[in-house]
């Protein structure tokens, strides 16, 4: 039977937008889809997991990342993924990998103008974090973030909470 794997990462609460741009670029080059590296390195090439993704949660500053695995591999999955952080804060990735992170997030900033309330969320989200920013200029400013500045955005983040949701007969339920 899958478990399923919850790591919460925190990073200190930030309103630089572009900061966070490249906060948000870090973490889809780690779990935003199949292009990712836990897909890549921690479900394909490790068979550690079924699934994996991560995601942010700016007003909180939490960075989860959710893995379906044997409850079994967890603290492989765990070790995996601090590696694949590891690499990432160091550097250690590829024009192609951000070139793709930048093509998803932007991707989905173009889709914001398919739906008013779509529309309407972005300026909400725009006021609330002191930006004047339309959705052009946040585009621009996704596709100005460099390889530099996506590396150093890892630099503060850091494990808080491991939590491994299994069945009786994978294990007990665990939180640590």
Same mark, same amino acid.
């Given at each position: 039977?899958?478990?399923?794997?919850?790591?919460?990462?925190?990073?200190?609460?930030?309103?630089?937008?572009?900061?966070?741009?490249?906060?948000?670029?870090?973490?889809?080059?780690?779990?935003?889809?199949?292009?990712?590296?836990?897909?890549?390195?921690?479900?394909?090439?490790?068979?550690?997991?079924?699934?994996?993704?991560?995601?942010?949660?700016?007003?909180?500053?939490?960075?989860? &990342?959710?893995?379906?695995?044997?409850? !079994?591999?967890?603290?492989?999955? @765990? =070790?995996?993924?601090?590696? +694949? /952080?590891? *690499?990432?804060?160091?550097?250690?990735?590829?024009?192609?990998?951000? &070139?793709?992170?930048?093509?998803?997030? !932007?991707?989905?900033?173009?889709? @914001? =103008?398919?739906?008013?309330? +779509? /529309?309407? *969320?972005?300026?909400?989200?725009?006021?609330?974090?002191?930006?004047?920013?339309?959705?052009?200029?946040?585009?621009?400013?996704?596709?100005?973030?460099?390889?530099?500045?996506?590396?150093?955005?890892?630099?503060?983040?850091?494990?808080?909470?491991?939590?491994?949701?299994?069945?009786?007969?994978?294990?007990?339920?665990?939180?640590?």
């Amino acid at each position: 039977r899958q478990s399923h794997l919850i790591l919460i990462h925190r990073w200190p609460r930030e309103r630089d937008g572009r900061r966070w741009i490249a906060r948000a670029l870090f973490t889809n080059m780690l779990g935003g889809g199949t292009h990712s590296r836990l897909f890549r390195e921690v479900r394909e090439k490790k068979s550690l997991a079924y699934g994996a993704h991560s995601g942010l949660e700016r007003h909180k500053g939490l960075m989860f &990342v959710q893995v379906g695995c044997d409850a !079994a591999a967890a603290d492989a999955v @765990v =070790e995996e993924t601090a590696a +694949q /952080i590891d *690499e990432l804060r160091a550097g250690r990735f590829t024009e192609e990998e951000l &070139v793709t992170a930048k093509a998803g997030l !932007a991707s989905g900033l173009v889709a @914001v =103008e398919d739906s008013l309330g +779509q /529309i309407v *969320e972005f300026g909400s989200r725009q006021f609330l974090l002191d930006q004047d920013r339309d959705l052009p200029a946040q585009i621009e400013l996704l596709q100005a973030i460099s390889s530099d500045e996506v590396a150093a955005a890892g630099a503060d983040v850091w494990l808080d909470h491991t939590y491994l949701l299994a069945s009786e007969e994978n294990g007990d339920e665990a939180a640590s």
